[in-house]
């Protein structure tokens, strides 16, 4: 048997692993899976995830070991399996996959991807105007943003759902988000950093836009939406248990 990076814990034994691609069988029947490691990022982030299944036989692991370090930011539990073949036979595909998430029951009908377009085309639209309206209304970027929530600025937070995870200390994206919800601040992903980029007016991608407090020429658009992010919050269920 090939070993496996002490870096891929829990690891869990033969019987456990069998209980464990079960359940991910089951979730992925209940339409209650999501798939990838961005996917797996993307569902602990917006509070989806009732658990997280890892590969240990990942190339790098590394590219996997910011959910851990997310899963206890979230009080979600997490298990490595040794094949990320297995996992992926699990999980309905043919090829390997190396990380998954278990939603909760609640989570099924989060996803409803008319609402998402719709949302994504309105901020979009919404940045742009404000880009050339009142470009101080807006902060760009993770380090601006980070600065301006941990000064109390931020009415609401839009990230790219393909933002990416650094390994820590450097995971400044898992920072914003641990931040937003001490603060009790909304956010939510809704598009690619091309598109934030572009809707921002630069020839670069963007991971993160904040929305600044304060009065604008776009109060009741900006509310409206507000109270749609807000209302995409999911709650905690425990509905899948190991």
């Known amino acids: 048997m090939d070993e496996v990076s002490p ?3 829990p690891l869990a034994d033969a019987s456990l692993t069998i209980k464990i691609l079960n359940l991910v069988q ?5 339409g209650q899976l999501k ?6 990022t993307k569902s602990l982030n917006r509070g989806l995830s ?3 299944v890892m590969a240990a036989d990942t190339q790098p692991l590394e590219i996997l070991l910011h959910l851990p370090l997310l899963c206890e930011d979230k009080n979600v539990p997490y298990v490595f399996v040794r094949s990320k073949q ?5 999980c309905g595909v043919s090829r390997p996959v190396v990380a998954c998430s278990v939603l909760s029951e609640e989570c099924k009908c989060i996803a409803d ?3 998402t377009k719709k949302l994504c ?7 742009r105007q404000m880009y050339f309206a009142e470009r101080n209304m807006l902060f760009i970027g993770l380090t601006d943003v980070i600065s301006s929530l941990e000064r109390n600025l931020v009415e609401f937070i839009i990230l790219a759902e393909n933002a990416t995870h650094l390994m820590a200390p450097l995971d400044f994206l898992a920072r914003l988000t641990k931040l937003a919800e001490t603060k009790e601040i909304p956010y939510v992903y809704v598009c690619k950093k091309e598109q934030l980029g572009q809707a921002c007016y630069v020839s670069t991608d963007i991971s993160v836009v904040a929305i600044k407090i304060g009065s604008s020429y776009f109060s009741e658009k900006l509310k409206d939406i ?5 209302s995409m919050t999911p709650r905690k269920s425990s509905t899948i248990t190991l």
Request: charged share 20%; aromatic share 8%; no cysteine.
């Open 35 to 40: 798939k990838g490691a961005n996917e797996a």
């Open 86 to 90: 297995a996992l992926g036979r699990a």
């Open 121 to 127: 085309n309105e901020l979009l639209t919404l940045i």
């Open 50 to 52: 009732e658990f997280i």
């Open 113 to 115: 991807l008319t609402v």
């Open 226 to 230: 507000k109270h749609t992010i807000m």
């Open 7 to 9: 870096k891929a814990y």
């Open 26 to 30: 089951q979730a992925l029947s209940y």
